[in-house]
C-alpha cells in the first residue's frame, strides 16, 4: 500500500479558516488507496473479490472538532476519520458509519482500526464517509460514554458539520444527500443520530436513508435479558462498560463501586476501562456470566423497581421511540449472541403502529453477531446505491398548477439549472418532456440526467384546484419593463388571477425552456436577472387553455 507523506493542519497555521469554523479545528491527511489496495484488504478479511464493486481511489484524512460534553454542560474535542474518493465527475453523497463497540482508545477509526476500512470500502463506491470516533475515544478525553444516545448523536453530528468544512477546504463537491449505517453499538448510534438530525437539523442535513444494524434499541428491555440471565453471555464486559459510563454522566448509581459490584470485580473493572485495554482483554477479565458481577442486592432492587437509577439510565438510551420520516432498513440476525434481535421486532412494531411508513426489517437468519456483520453491510450498500444521486450541481424548481377535480388539467413545471447541458428527463409516469401537461392530481417523480451522467431525483405534487375555471380564450396580459433586467412584471385580467394560479414559461430562441414560475395573485412579476441577455418568448397559460404569448427583451 504505497505511503505518503504526512500533511498536517496545525491550528496557529490556520487562524484564517479556524476563525470562521463552527466546528472543524484540525484536519490531516492520511493516505491513498487504490482499488487494488482496497480488493487486497477486502480479501484478507475473506470478501470475494469484487463482490463490494470498488470504482475509485480513496483519500483518508482524520479530523478533530468540537462537541458538546456527554453532560451538555460544555464542549469537548473529539476526532474521527474521513474517506474521500479521488477523481469523480458528478457530486456524491455524504454518509456516516457508526462504529461498533471498543474500550481502548486507539481502536478507532482514526487510528486504523479494522472498521476504517468500511468507510473506505462505501468511499469507493462513490461516498464521503464521515466515521466519528466517539467522545472519549481517538483523541477524545476521559471515559467513553458507551452506549448514551446524545452524546452519540451530538459527536456524529458535529463531525458531519466539521467534514463538511473540511471538503470545502479540499474542494470536494458533496450532494444534498445524507445516509446514516452502523452495526451493533453502531445501530444504536445510527438509530439515535437520526432522530436527533430529524429533530434539530431537518433543514441543514436531511436524511435520505438509514441502516441501523443489530443495535440495542432497546437497551432497558430486549438488551437487559443478558443483564440478568443465568446463562453464559458472549461478550460479559459490556455490563460494566454500561455502569461505568452511565455513572460518569449520570451521577447516582453508585457512590463506591463496591456499591454495585462484588469483589473483586468492585477493584479490578474500574481501571480496565482506562482507554488502554482491548474490549476482548476486558471480557477475559469477566464472569461469562454478568450478573455473578452484580451485588445481588443490587440486581434484585434492579429487577423489580422500575425507578431504579440503573433501569431509568437504560430507559432514557432507549431509541426506538419516535417516526422516522426518511427510510429506515434494519438488519438483524436470529443467532445474534450479543445483542438480541428482539431490540429489531421491538424498534420495528413501535415505529409501524405509530404511522412510519418507509420501515423495514431485514431477517439475514441464524447468523451470530459477528457473522450478521458483512451481509448487514450489504443490504446498506443496496439500499444507499439504489437511492443515490449522481448530481454535479443541478437543481431543479417546479411551477405547478392544480388540476381540476375529475379532470386531468393539471400543469407541472420544470425548470433545470446547473450541470452541463443538455438535459436528460425522465417522468415517473414515462413522459419526457420538461414540462408535464394534462395530467389529474397526484405525486409525480422526475429524474433528471445531464450530459455528464449525472442525475438528480425530485417529487412533486399536484394538488386539486377548487377555483373558478377559466374559458378557452385568450388571456389579457401586458408585460413591463420591456426590455427588463431584473423583474418582469405582468398585468393581468383581475378576475382570472384572482381566482386561479397563472403559469408562465419562458422560452430562449433556440426553444429551451429557461425558466418556469406560477405568479402570485398579489405581486404577479418574477426574475430575470440571472438570464442570459437576448429575446425570450413569454408563454402565460392557465386551466382550461386561457393562455398569452408576449416577447420581452432580457438587457
Known amino acids: 500500500m504505497k505511503k505518503y507523506v504526512l500533511h498536517s493542519v496545525i491550528l496557529g497555521l490556520l487562524v484564517s479558516h479556524i476563525a470562521t469554523a463552527q466546528q472543524l479545528l484540525s484536519w490531516e491527511y492520511k493516505d491513498s488507496y487504490s482499488v487494488e489496495d482496497m480488493e487486497s484488504v477486502a480479501a484478507s478479511f475473506g470478501i470475494p473479490v469484487g463482490l463490494l464493486g470498488f470504482a475509485y481511489e480513496v483519500d483518508v484524512y482524520n479530523i478533530t472538532y468540537e462537541t458538546p460534553n456527554a453532560t451538555d454542560t460544555g464542549t469537548t474535542l473529539a476526532s474521527g476519520a474521513v474517506a474521500v474518493p479521488k477523481n469523480y465527475v458528478c457530486a456524491v453523497p455524504l454518509a456516516s458509519y457508526q462504529h461498533g463497540t471498543v474500550a481502548h482508545k486507539n481502536d478507532v477509526p482514526s487510528r486504523n482500526s479494522s472498521e476504517l476500512y ?34 452519540e448523536a451530538t459527536a456524529s453530528a458535529n463531525m458531519l458539520f466539521a467534514v463538511k468544512e473540511l471538503l470545502q477546504t ?58 440478568t440471565a443465568d446463562v453464559a453471555y458472549a461478550t460479559p464486559g459490556y455490563l460494566p462498560y454500561v455502569v461505568l459510563a452511565y455513572q460518569s454522566v449520570y451521577g447516582n448509581l ?15 473493572l474500574p481501571p480496565l476501562f482506562d482507554g488502554t485495554h482491548s474490549m476482548g482483554y476486558i471480557n477475559d477479565q469477566c464472569p461469562s456470566v454478568p450478573k455473578e458481577m452484580v451485588v445481588p442486592e443490587v440486581l434484585a432492587a434492579f429487577e423489580n423497581e422500575p425507578n431504579h437509577p440503573l433501569r431509568v ?3 432514557d438510551n432507549d431509541i426506538y421511540e419516535w417516526i422516522p420520516d ?44 459477528s457473522g450478521c456483520f458483512l451481509p448487514s453491510m450489504l443490504v446498506g450498500k443496496d439500499l444507499f446505491t439504489n437511492l443515490r444521486e449522481w448530481n454535479d450541481g443541478m437543481q431543479l424548481s417546479f411551477a405547478v398548477i392544480d388540476a381540476t377535480f375529475g379532470e386531468n388539467d393539471g400543469v407541472v413545471g420544470l425548470t433545470i439549472s446547473g450541470g452541463e447541458a443538455p438535459y436528460t428527463v425522465l417522468w415517473s409516469d414515462g413522459s419526457t418532456t420538461t414540462n408535464l401537461e394534462n395530467i389529474a392530481e397526484g405525486m409525480y417523480d422526475v429524474t433528471v440526467t445531464d450530459n455528464a451522467g449525472c442525475s438528480i431525483s425530485r417529487s412533486v405534487e399536484v394538488g386539486l384546484y377548487t377555483g373558478i375555471a377559466s374559458i378557452n380564450t385568450p388571456l389579457a396580459v401586458s408585460l413591463f419593463p420591456n426590455p427588463t433586467s431584473e423583474y418582469l412584471h405582468f398585468s393581468l385580467d383581475e378576475t382570472i388571477v384572482a381566482s386561479q394560479k397563472c403559469f408562465v414559461q419562458l422560452v430562449n430562441t433556440k426553444g ?24 425570450y418568448l413569454v408563454k402565460v397559460f392557465t386551466h382550461k387553455n386561457a393562455f398569452a404569448v408576449e416577447k420581452v427583451l432580457v438587457e
Open 326 to 369: 426518511a427510510p429506515v432498513k434494519m438488519c438483524y440476525c436470529l443467532a445474534d449472541d450479543q445483542v438480541s434481535y428482539q431490540n429489531t421486532d421491538v424498534a420495528y412494531e413501535y415505529m409501524t403502529t405509530h404511522g412510519a411508513t418507509a420501515i423495514e426489517k431485514v431477517n439475514l437468519g441464524n447468523l451470530t453477531h
Open 512 to 535: 429551451e425552456i429557461v425558466k418556469t414560475a406560477v405568479l402570485a395573485a398579489n405581486n404577479p412579476r418574477i426574475s430575470v436577472e440571472n438570464l442570459p441577455k437576448g429575446v
Open 313 to 315: 439510565a437504560l430507559r
Open 118 to 151: 468500511i468507510g473506505m470500502f462505501f468511499a469507493s463506491n462513490g461516498f464521503v464517509v464521515s466515521m466519528p470516533d466517539y467522545l472519549g475515544l481517538g483523541d477524545s478525553p476521559g471515559l467513553h460514554p458507551y452506549v448514551h444516545a446524545h452524546s
Open 254 to 268: 453508585f457512590t463506591n463501586p463496591s456499591d454495585i459490584f462484588v469483589a473483586p470485580y468492585d477493584e479490578l
Open 170 to 227: 479540499i474542494n470536494a463537491s458533496i450532494n444534498d444527500q445524507l445516509f446514516l449505517f452502523g452495526y451493533s453499538q453502531g445501530g444504536h448510534a445510527t438509530m439515535a443520530l437520526h432522530k436527533y438530525l430529524q429533530e434539530n437539523y431537518s433543514e441543514e442535513l436531511p436524511v435520505t436513508a438509514a441502516a441501523p444494524m443489530s443495535g440495542p434499541y432497546d437497551i432497558s428491555g430486549a438488551q437487559t435479558q443478558y443483564l
